[in-house]
């Protein structure tokens, strides 16, 4: 018997497709060597349900329960460096915690994460993964993120994983001067990926980086 024929189907083949999966991003065009350097180390396996474990380092979304998804590695890495790309901010602000894995991709790259999550059972979970992982820089919050988390606000950065239908204004307000926000905003197939920033001289300024496919974002808590 190989030693692969023992594996549960992630231990041994994790580190090529891990590998496999870099280069993935890196086709797509991710060039940030801190993103890249995250994706490659974080376990994306232990975010998901066993049975999904060995699909994990595949570039797809995942079902988390409540109807929700870990979102595909690209996303997860497009989004980091978008908001990287004026500087590594100091703080940012999450809405839609979900798994945790985009959490624990942030708080390995700032200061502070504060993340916001409706749906109590993943708010939970998504805790308990990020302390086995030893990860501490991060604060959550059980409630409705289209309010945001106005006691920690001005954030240096502002990412959403759930798409609204426009830009909610409280979130807008939360967001520091030079500050960037990184949204998906539409509903079904008519999502886009923006990047919104709040001009130093006064109001905000967007642009569209690309086409997106998000759950929606849903009001109050369950
Ligand atoms: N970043 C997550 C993606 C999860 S999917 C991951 O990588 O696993 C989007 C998440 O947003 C879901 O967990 C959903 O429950 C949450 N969500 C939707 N509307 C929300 C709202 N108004 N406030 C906070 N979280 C919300």
């Keep these: ?75 997860v890495a497009r989004m980091t460096q978008a908001l990287l790309e004026h500087g590594t901010p100091d703080t940012v602000l999450e809405i839609g915690t979900g798994s945790g894995f985009q959490t624990a991709v942030l708080a390995s790259l700032v ?17 308990e993964r990020l302390d086995a992982l030893k990860i501490r820089n991060v604060r959550y919050r059980h409630g409705d993120g289209a309010q945001g988390w106005p006691e920690y606000a001005p954030y240096q950065a502002i990412i959403l994983t759930a798409a609204p239908r426009g830009i909610p204004r409280a979130l807008a307000e939360q967001l520091a001067p030079g500050g960037l926000m990184v949204l998906p905003i539409g509903e079904g197939p008519r999502q886009h990926l923006v990047r919104l920033v709040r001009l130093a001289r006064g109001g905000f300024g967007h642009e569209i980086l690309e086409p997106a496919s998000f759950v929606p974002l849903l009001a109050g808590v369950a």
Excluded: K, W
């Design 1 to 75: 018997m190989t030693l692969t024929t023992l594996d549960p189907g992630i231990g041994m083949t994790s580190r090529r497709a891990r590998e496999r999966l870099i280069q993935r991003l890196i086709d797509a065009g991710i060039d940030s060597s801190e993103v890249l350097r995250v994706m490659r180390t974080l376990p994306r396996h232990l975010f998901v349900d066993e049975a999904l474990a060995s699909r994990a380092y595949e570039d797809l979304a995942l079902p988390i329960g409540h109807g929700q998804t870990l979102s595909q590695p690209y996303t």
């Design 111 to 127: 200061r502070r994460v504060y993340t916001v999550e409706r749906v109590g059972d993943l708010f939970e979970r998504a805790q």
